[in-house]
Nanobody, 125 residues
Framework: VQLVESGGGSVQAGGSLTLSCSASGFTDPSYCVGWFRQAPGEAREDVAHIDSDGRSDFGTSSYADSVKGRFAVSLNSAKNTLYLQMSSLRPDDTAIFYC????????????????WGQGTQVTVS
């Protein structure tokens, strides 16, 4: 399984970025994909998740409280590509953003996420 993120970069506060994650090599029909981020000196944080049916409101929370209303996750299954649209970016959004994929068991995402990309840097100043 290979996950490749793109779209990171530097942006001014209040700006927008869209991250993409291209996935290949995973054949299970049911899976969860998500975005995580890690700022320097901080623990990795869940950002947003979506499942293979395109549901972004499964589980107890699909978005971290800090990004609700500002970030939107979407999945183009035909292109095997996950997106994260980020708007109203703040300096505290600065982090390396990772996409990850994991199979589902029933309606539950297998945790910890099994497959990870290499990450893309987002810097907000």
């Amino acid at each position: 399984v290979q996950l490749v993120e793109s779209g990171g970069g530097s942006v001014q506060a209040g700006g927008s970025l869209t991250l993409s994650c291209s996935a290949s090599g995973f054949t299970d029909p049911s899976y969860c994909v998500g975005w995580f981020r890690q700022a320097p000196g901080e623990a990795r944080e869940d950002v947003a998740h979506i499942d293979s049916d395109g549901r972004s409101d499964f589980g107890t929370s699909s978005y971290a409280d800090s990004v609700k209303g500002r970030f939107a996750v979407s999945l183009n299954s035909a292109k095997n590509t996950l997106y994260l649209q980020m708007s109203s970016l703040r300096p505290d959004d600065t982090a390396i953003f990772y996409c990850a994929l994991t199979p589902m068991e029933g309606s539950t995402c297998v945790r910890p996420y099994k497959f990870w990309g290499q990450g893309t840097q987002v810097t907000v100043s």
